[in-house]
C-alpha cells in the first residue's frame, strides 16, 4: 500500500493542490525538494512523455515511488498551443504567470474562438524503473477571458473562463476547483487505478 509519494515538482500551488486531494486517501505527497532532487529536463512534445521523465527522476533519486503531473493549457485557435510549454510560453528567465497571460491573451486577441482547455497528464512509478507506470488525465474545457478575475489558483486560473459556473478558474474556491478541474479529474482516475492494482 502507498502512504508516501514524492512529487515531482517545485510547484507550491501543485504540492497545495496534490497535498489536499491525497490527504482523503491518507497519502502523504513529499515534496521532490525534500530530497535534492533537481529539476528534470522536459524536453518532449508530449505531456505524457514529459511526466513520465520527471516521475522516474524523482523516484531514482528519493528512493520512492513518484508522481509527476504534466500540464498546460492549449487554445484551439493556436493548434493546441501553449501545450507543454505552459509554463514557460514568455520564456524561462523568469518564469512568469503574469508575463504567459500577457502573451497568451495578446495572441488571442484577434480570434473570435477563444475556446481552450487544460490538461493533465499523471504518471505514477512505483520505483525508477517500474515497467508499468499509472497513466491517468484529465480534461477541462474553458474559454480564454481576455480580462483577468479571481484571486485563487494559479498559472492561466484568472483567464480560464467557465461558462457552467460563469467565472474564471481564479474565482472558485480552491474546494470547487479541487472536485472538477483537469488536475482533479485525472486524479480521480489515478485513485481508481491504485486501488484496482
Not at 457552467?164 to 485513485?191: F, M, V, W, Y
Amino acid at each position: 500500500m502507498l502512504n508516501q509519494i514524492v512529487l515531482a515538482s517545485n510547484n507550491a500551488g501543485k504540492l497545495r493542490e496534490f497535498s489536499a486531494l491525497f490527504a482523503t486517501q491518507h497519502i502523504e505527497i513529499l515534496p521532490q525538494s525534500a530530497f535534492n532532487v533537481p529539476e528534470c529536463s522536459e524536453p518532449h512534445c508530449t505531456f505524457l512523455e514529459n511526466a513520465l521523465a520527471k516521475a522516474r527522476h524523482a523516484s531514482q533519486i528519493s528512493g520512492l515511488p513518484a508522481l509527476a503531473d504534466d500540464s498546460g493549457i492549449c487554445v484551439n485557435a493556436l493548434g493546441g498551443a501553449p501545450g507543454v510549454l505552459s509554463a514557460r510560453f514568455a520564456g524561462d528567465s523568469p518564469k512568469s504567470d503574469a508575463a504567459n497571460n500577457a502573451k497568451l491573451s495578446a495572441k488571442l486577441a484577434d480570434f473570435s474562438d477563444k475556446s481552450c482547455y487544460y490538461v493533465c497528464v499523471l504518471v505514477l512509478v512505483r520505483h525508477p524503473n517500474d515497467p508499468q507506470p499509472i497513466v491517468a488525465e484529465g480534461i477541462w474545457r474553458g474559454t480564454w477571458q481576455l480580462e483577468a478575475a479571481g484571486t485563487y489558483g494559479f498559472g492561466y486560473d484568472p483567464h480560464f473562463y467557465l461558462p457552467k459556473q460563469g467565472c474564471t478558474a481564479a474565482e472558485l474556491s480552491p474546494d470547487i476547483k479541487n472536485q472538477i478541474s483537469h488536475r482533479a479529474l485525472a486524479l480521480q482516475e489515478l485513485l481508481h487505478k491504485i486501488q484496482a492494482a
